[in-house]
């Protein structure tokens, strides 16, 4: 496994939730990470931040990783979900909500709802 992979799988199974993304969730760089660090931000969710600017191998890693061609990309429990249009999808259905749930992690439902009804 390469050096790249190997760091990528531990991130990804260190944490409950990883985001990895264009900059930080402090400071995205992209509006796509922009948007899904902004819904996980305001929903509460404790996640990690992996800027892939900051390393190009781990930039094509997380793209060979998980077959995915874009980023951001957003891993739950070791599991990738996806990226932007599919976490939106999901926030907007309640499906992030459940598989949160499902998942053992932490969020503000209140906030959630909050974003459904100014998108609804």
């Known amino acids: 496994m390469s050096d790249a992979k190997t760091r990528i799988d531990e991130t990804v199974k260190a944490n409950d939730v990883v985001l990895y993304m264009k900059g930080t969730k402090t400071m995205p760089q ?3 990470s922009s948007r899904v660090a902004g819904v996980l931000n305001y929903m509460g969710v404790d996640f ?7 390393d190009e191998a ?6 060979d990783y998980s077959d995915w061609p874009t980023i ?4 739950v429990k070791g599991e990738f979900v996806g990226g932007c ?3 939106t999808e999901m926030t907007l259905s309640g499906e992030l909500d459940t598989l949160f749930e499902e998942s053992g992690v932490t ?3 209140d906030a959630a709802n909050k974003i459904r009804e100014a998108n609804g």
């Open 72 to 75: 951001p990309q957003l891993y």
């Open 85 to 87: 249009d599919i976490i």
């Open 107 to 109: 969020y503000d439902k």
């Open 30 to 32: 992209c509006g796509f």
């Open 48 to 54: 990690a931040d992996v800027n892939v600017l900051e």
């Open 58 to 63: 781990i930039r094509q890693g997380i793209k």
